[in-house]
């Protein structure tokens, strides 16, 4: 009787120092909407975007000012390499930091990744050669490790109920980030030249011209950094405690062993022979995973095409904007983007579910899409007009893809696997994101020399091409496994 009554002492205790156990007691006696919670994800989620999507207004320039482009129908061939370098350097890392998140927690990660914000995004805005550029980019994508920790977190801080809105916090604020940064690069980037009463060109904004959008987004991070400090950690990690306490000499649980309530879920017999479920052998969850990533290579394609689109020059099909123009486009589109995720979507999703909104939202992608090169015929306030309405529906559609894959990923693992299963998603997606932009930066500039083709020519290749990799992505959503996990 006297062991049975210190053992349970000993749980009680052991609960009150988990983490993940704190947690799930919050959630039980959690009434209405976390915005605290939900507010601590979107901080994460924007501070990961906004580096990714700030250069794509001014990279065109950037790359002009490098001087490595023999031509200007070139520019946009090495301006692809520059964004695909962040996503070869995250696709290398990704797996390795949701295992370090699987066994030492979601915060330390968190809080390391935003750290590097400041450090490499600094750095990136001090380049003064081509090379230097892509070397930082690359490791910033090394170290920034945020949104697939960040997804694993905000299915586990809030109740099953919330999962939908706060995953939906994630696409929206990572689709905030697509257009506040590029906001940020249209409207900051080369200050001498444009604010020239505030900025002089003998200042270090003159000498690096591309310093202060970089500088404003690590401000940013350090006040998401010093946010994230209160952080909870939703990690269980009672066991691994409990047999340290009960018997040292037993070897340890790691925490990435442990199911949503804390359990090994291994039986008496053979807790220290059975191990999990490989990854790659979950049908499910692969099945999401190329889905995603088809949708993934897409959309950041469409993200560095679009950039180079508008500001080139109209003889060769864009749209004439500068850097500014095309910053506040995508900076208006943000505004119904923020008004879609939080008050449409969810009702959508649980009326029509997970893969009809899916499905929607890749069907009309596709005719939308087709449109784009007949915009660039329009002039004046028209053309701001339809651009603008195209970049908010375009904008929308893609984040419901997102989100909803979000959500049947983390449906298809238990918790003790769900960073490993989301730094494996991360990983893949990189791989397919870091041809996405240097493919897109190579059709680009191929199509800028074949205005006079018969078929396709000039920029309706471009966009013929982006609804092709749309349509493969469509169909592979009708792969069977992915209906499991609705």
């Given at each position: 009787m006297a062991d049975e009554a210190r053992e349970t002492l000993l749980e009680e205790k052991e609960d009150n120092n988990?983490?993940?156990?704190?947690?799930?007691?919050?959630?039980?006696?959690?009434?209405?909407?976390?915005?605290?919670?939900?507010?601590?994800?979107?901080?994460?989620?924007?501070?990961?975007?906004?580096?990714?999507?700030?250069?794509?207004?001014?990279?065109?320039?950037m790359i002009r000012d490098f001087h490595v482009a023999e031509k200007e129908e070139d520019i946009g061939f090495y301006a692809g390499f520059v964004a695909s370098s962040f996503m070869i350097g995250r696709a290398l890392t990704s797996i390795l930091w949701g295992k370090l998140a699987d066994r030492y927690g979601r915060k330390p990660i968190i809080l390391m990744a935003t750290f590097s914000v400041i450090?490499?995004?600094?750095?990136?805005?001090?380049?003064?050669?081509f090379w230097f550029a892509i070397s930082v980019r690359f490791l910033l994508g090394c170290v920034n490790c945020l949104l697939?920790?960040?997804?694993?977190?905000?299915?586990?801080?809030?109740?099953?109920?919330?999962?939908?809105?706060?995953?939906?916090?994630?696409?929206?604020?990572?689709?905030?980030?697509?257009?506040?940064?590029?906001?940020?690069?249209?409207?900051?980037?080369?200050?001498?030249?444009?604010?020239?009463n505030i900025f002089s060109l003998d200042s270090v904004f003159g000498s690096f011209p591309y310093f202060?959008?970089?500088?404003?987004?690590?401000?940013?991070?350090?006040?998401?950094?010093?946010?994230?400090?209160?952080?909870?950690?939703?990690?269980?990690?009672?066991?691994?405690?409990?047999?340290?306490?009960?018997?040292?000499?037993?070897?340890?649980?790691?925490?990435?062993?442990?199911?949503?309530?804390?359990?090994?879920?291994r039986g008496l017999e053979d807790h220290n022979t059975q191990s999990k479920p490989s990854l790659l052998r979950n049908r499910p969850l692969m099945a999401i995973i190329i889905?995603?990533?088809?949708?993934?290579?897409q959309e950041i394609a469409y993200s560095e095409i679009f950039s180079l689109w508008a500001v080139s020059d109209k003889s060769y099909g864009g749209l004439s904007f500068s850097s500014q123009d095309v910053g506040q486009v995508l900076a208006i589109s943000g505004l119904g983007?923020?008004?879609?995720?939080?008050?449409?979507?969810?009702?959508?999703?649980?009326?029509?579910?997970?893969?009809?909104?899916?499905?929607?939202?890749?069907?009309?992608?596709?005719?939308?899409?087709?449109?784009?090169?007949?915009?660039?015929s329009l002039s004046g306030l028209t053309l701001h007009l339809v651009i603008n309405c195209a970049s908010i529906l375009k904008n929308a559609l893609s984040i419901s893809l997102v989100t909803g894959l979000f959500i049947l990923l983390n449906k298809a693992v238990p918790q003790s696997q769900r960073g490993a299963a989301n730094g494996l998603s991360m990983t893949a997606m990189s791989i397919f994101k870091s041809f996405g932009p240097a493919g897109g930066g190579i059709l680009f500039s191929w199509a800028q020399k074949r205005q006079t083709a018969t078929f396709l020519?000039?920029?309706?290749?471009?966009?013929?091409?982006?609804n092709l990799v749309q349509l493969i992505g469509l169909i592979l959503t009708f792969i069977p496994y992915i209906s499991q996990n609705q």
């Amino acid at each position: 009787m006297a062991d049975e009554a210190r053992e349970t002492l000993l749980e009680e205790k052991e609960d009150n120092n988990c983490p993940g156990c704190n947690i799930d007691r919050l959630k039980q006696e959690q009434r209405g909407i976390p915005y605290i919670h939900l507010s601590f994800i979107w901080l994460v989620s924007l501070c990961t975007a906004l580096p990714i999507s700030s250069l794509f207004p001014y990279l065109y320039f950037m790359i002009r000012d490098f001087h490595v482009a023999e031509k200007e129908e070139d520019i946009g061939f090495y301006a692809g390499f520059v964004a695909s370098s962040f996503m070869i350097g995250r696709a290398l890392t990704s797996i390795l930091w949701g295992k370090l998140a699987d066994r030492y927690g979601r915060k330390p990660i968190i809080l390391m990744a935003t750290f590097s914000v400041i450090i490499f995004n600094t750095l990136f805005g001090l380049s003064t050669s081509f090379w230097f550029a892509i070397s930082v980019r690359f490791l910033l994508g090394c170290v920034n490790c945020l949104l697939g920790v960040i997804r694993a977190y905000a299915s586990e801080v809030v109740s099953e109920e919330y999962h939908a809105l706060s995953l939906s916090v994630v696409s929206t604020s990572r689709g905030i980030g697509l257009i506040i940064g590029p906001a940020i690069g249209g409207y900051l980037a080369q200050p001498a030249e444009k604010y020239p009463n505030i900025f002089s060109l003998d200042s270090v904004f003159g000498s690096f011209p591309y310093f202060l959008p970089s500088l404003v987004i690590s401000v940013y991070a350090i006040g998401a950094l010093i946010a994230c400090w209160w952080l909870p950690e939703t990690l269980h990690t009672h066991c691994r405690i409990s047999r340290g306490r009960l018997n040292p000499n037993e070897p340890e649980y790691s925490p990435n062993e442990l199911n949503n309530d804390g359990s090994t879920g291994r039986g008496l017999e053979d807790h220290n022979t059975q191990s999990k479920p490989s990854l790659l052998r979950n049908r499910p969850l692969m099945a999401i995973i190329i889905v995603y990533c088809v949708f993934s290579l897409q959309e950041i394609a469409y993200s560095e095409i679009f950039s180079l689109w508008a500001v080139s020059d109209k003889s060769y099909g864009g749209l004439s904007f500068s850097s500014q123009d095309v910053g506040q486009v995508l900076a208006i589109s943000g505004l119904g983007l923020l008004l879609f995720q939080l008050m449409v979507y969810p009702p959508m999703e649980k009326s029509l579910g997970l893969l009809v909104v899916i499905r929607l939202s890749a069907v009309m992608l596709i005719p939308l899409l087709s449109c784009y090169p007949s915009i660039a015929s329009l002039s004046g306030l028209t053309l701001h007009l339809v651009i603008n309405c195209a970049s908010i529906l375009k904008n929308a559609l893609s984040i419901s893809l997102v989100t909803g894959l979000f959500i049947l990923l983390n449906k298809a693992v238990p918790q003790s696997q769900r960073g490993a299963a989301n730094g494996l998603s991360m990983t893949a997606m990189s791989i397919f994101k870091s041809f996405g932009p240097a493919g897109g930066g190579i059709l680009f500039s191929w199509a800028q020399k074949r205005q006079t083709a018969t078929f396709l020519p000039g920029d309706e290749m471009v966009f013929f091409v982006l609804n092709l990799v749309q349509l493969i992505g469509l169909i592979l959503t009708f792969i069977p496994y992915i209906s499991q996990n609705q």
